[in-house]
């Protein structure tokens, strides 16, 4: 398809679905996490082209507005559904009707054909979609962002799998769909050959980084600013404290590490900034617990997560961040950290494979046993020169990863959906 008819293809006013968690919640608790952070980002720059954006979320309190502008052109809709408070993810499969009937509504208070395409996030907003779709008679365009299937194929130990009706919802969203976004090459092939999705309608389009925001700095002026010392080793972890981000592997590492050498103790601190999400909730002192039941509650640092700015800092203070998660669509996490110009190791699953370029900008570790995690840890730590060398493959991968080549990526596939076009199943980066 050519540039000229992409462009002529594209539509005047799109409603974007994030139903289970708002655009406006802080990112690293909850259910708020990389999904939020990519549709704030990415409809703010898709209305900078043009596009009109309204953002369908369910309200969770009563303060808030019926609809409030999040950036010129960017407009959230909060839509009543159940309880405002208390209501869980998992719950929210019975509320999807009253969902759907709070979006219809607003379709219908505007002149017919007021949206012209949906992109619709995680399989609970695609069921919401889906409905609409078939009734306005446009196009929709999902993002899965996790699937249940990967999931549970990943999944740590003790946690709980998804259930079948999340399984059978996406199957659904995947047949429904006229076209999907992939987050990498890797989740392209995941709905292919698990969800048996059209090859010809599969587009990958890599998440990006605010490439403004996080940048390298001084990490001794960051750590001044946390009240850090300057010679500490720093370990951190970024993000919900569930097991599928497996924080605790990170815990168990430090604790191997003190354990093979006790005079590190003195300088090594461990600071994991998030909240308790997902099944974390049901145990949300866990990770303090084992921390002390590891003897290292006096190295370890809970912080709640931050606004960006913060969240900058502390990836510039760190030494190394640590992404041990079961299983992740990309790992946005890992690409801010290097932005900032921190080395990352992160666990060798999925879009981490993507978002850290082995050996040159961070280090992949197969598997899940914290004794592996030790080892690459140790030896980091042990030759700050290849820290180094690290750091500086990490700046350079991140630079590769910008918001605005994710949102030609989306304005393409918008193209393709309203043009009707089978497309290509393109294993290009979709990179700047």
Same mark, same amino acid.
Request: proline fraction near 6%; glycine fraction near 10%; charge should be negative.
């Given at each position: !398809?050519?540039?000229?008819?992409?462009? #002529?293809?594209?539509?005047?006013?799109?409603?974007? *679905?994030?139903?289970?968690? #708002?655009?406006?919640?802080?990112?690293?608790?909850?259910?708020?996490?990389?999904?939020?952070?990519? &549709?704030? +980002?990415?409809?703010?720059?898709?209305?900078?082209?043009?596009?009109?954006? +309204?953002?369908?979320?369910?309200?969770?309190?009563?303060?808030?507005?019926?609809?409030?502008?999040?950036?010129?052109?960017? *407009?959230?809709? /909060?839509?009543?559904?159940?309880?405002?408070?208390?209501?869980?993810?998992?719950?929210?499969?019975?509320?999807?009707?009253?969902?759907?009937?709070?979006?219809?509504?607003?379709?219908? @208070?505007?002149?017919?054909?007021?949206?012209?395409?949906?992109?619709?996030?995680?399989?609970?907003?695609?069921? %919401?979609?889906?409905?609409?779709? +078939?009734?306005?008679?446009?196009?929709?365009?999902? #993002?899965?962002?996790?699937?249940?299937?990967?999931?549970?194929?990943?999944?740590?130990?003790?946690?709980?799998?998804?259930? !079948? %009706?999340?399984?059978?919802?996406?199957?659904? $969203?995947? =047949?429904?769909?006229?076209?999907?976004?992939?987050?990498?090459?890797?989740?392209?092939?995941?709905?292919?050959?698990?969800?048996?999705?059209?090859?010809?309608?599969?587009?990958?389009?890599?998440?990006?980084?605010?490439?403004?925001?996080?940048?390298?700095?001084?990490?001794?002026?960051?750590?001044?600013?946390?009240?850090?010392?300057?010679?500490?080793?720093?370990?951190?972890?970024?993000?919900?404290?569930?097991?599928?981000?497996?924080?605790?592997?990170?815990?168990?590492?430090?604790?191997?590490?003190?354990?093979?050498?006790?005079?590190?103790?003195?300088?090594?601190? $461990?600071?994991?900034?998030?909240?308790? #999400?997902?099944?974390?909730?049901? /145990?949300?002192?866990?990770?303090?617990?084992?921390?002390?039941?590891?003897?290292?509650?006096?190295?370890?640092?809970?912080?709640?997560?931050?606004?960006?700015?913060?969240?900058?800092?502390?990836?510039?203070? =760190?030494?190394?961040?640590?992404?041990? @998660?079961?299983? +992740?669509?990309?790992?946005?996490?890992?690409?801010?950290?290097?932005?900032?110009?921190?080395?990352?190791?992160?666990?060798?699953?999925?879009?981490?494979?993507?978002? &850290?370029?082995?050996?040159?900008?961070?280090?992949?570790?197969?598997?899940?046993?914290?004794?592996?995690?030790?080892?690459?840890?140790?030896?980091?730590?042990?030759?700050?020169?290849?820290?180094?060398?690290? @750091?500086?493959?990490?700046?350079?991968?991140?630079?590769?990863?910008?918001?605005?080549?994710?949102?030609?990526?989306?304005?393409?596939?918008?193209?393709?959906?309203?043009?009707?076009?089978?497309?290509?199943? =393109?294993?290009?980066?979709?990179?700047?």
């Amino acid at each position: !398809m050519t540039t000229q008819r992409l462009l #002529s293809s594209l539509p005047s006013r799109i409603a974007v *679905l994030s139903i289970h968690t #708002s655009p406006l919640d802080q990112p690293g608790t909850g259910d708020a996490g990389g999904m939020n952070v990519y &549709v704030v +980002e990415t409809a703010k720059r898709i209305a900078a082209a043009g596009i009109a954006v +309204e953002i369908f979320t369910r309200a969770t309190s009563s303060d808030l507005p019926p609809a409030l502008e999040l950036a010129p052109g960017v *407009l959230v809709r /909060h839509v009543t559904a159940g309880p405002y408070e208390g209501l869980l993810k998992a719950d929210l499969p019975g509320q999807l009707c009253a969902v759907t009937s709070g979006v219809m509504r607003v379709e219908a @208070s505007h002149t017919e054909g007021w949206f012209d395409l949906i992109h619709s996030h995680y399989w609970l907003s695609g069921q %919401v979609g889906w409905l609409a779709s +078939e009734r306005w008679g446009v196009p929709l365009v999902h #993002s899965m962002h996790t699937m249940a299937k990967v999931k549970n194929l990943e999944l740590a130990a003790g946690d709980v799998p998804e259930p !079948m %009706v999340r399984v059978i919802g996406e199957e659904q $969203v995947v =047949a429904a769909a006229a076209r999907l976004v992939a987050n990498t090459a890797d989740e392209a092939r995941q709905l292919i050959d698990l969800y048996g999705a059209d090859p010809q309608a599969v587009d990958v389009v890599h998440p990006g980084v605010d490439l403004e925001q996080f940048t390298p700095g001084e990490p001794g002026v960051s750590r001044r600013r946390l009240g850090l010392a300057e010679d500490s080793v720093i370990l951190l972890f970024v993000g919900r404290i569930q097991p599928l981000k497996a924080p605790d592997i990170l815990l168990r590492a430090a604790a191997r590490l003190v354990e093979t050498d006790p005079a590190i103790r003195s300088r090594l601190l $461990v600071v994991v900034c998030g909240g308790p #999400s997902g099944t974390g909730l049901e /145990h949300p002192t866990s990770l303090s617990d084992l921390a002390a039941d590891l003897g290292i509650a006096d190295i370890v640092r809970f912080e709640p997560p931050g606004d960006r700015q913060m969240l900058a800092d502390w990836y510039r203070a =760190a030494d190394i961040t640590v992404v041990p @998660s079961y299983s +992740e669509s990309f790992g946005l996490v890992a690409v801010e950290a290097q932005a900032c110009g921190t080395p990352v190791v992160a666990a060798a699953v999925g879009g981490l494979r993507t978002a &850290v370029l082995h050996e040159t900008s961070g280090v992949l570790v197969e598997g899940h046993d914290p004794r592996d995690y030790a080892t690459v840890l140790r030896h980091l730590i042990d030759h700050p020169e290849r820290l180094a060398e690290l @750091s500086l493959g990490a700046r350079m991968h991140a630079a590769t990863f910008g918001w605005a080549a994710t949102t030609t990526g989306l304005l393409d596939t918008y193209a393709r959906a309203m043009a009707g076009s089978g497309g290509a199943f =393109a294993l290009a980066s979709g990179r700047s």
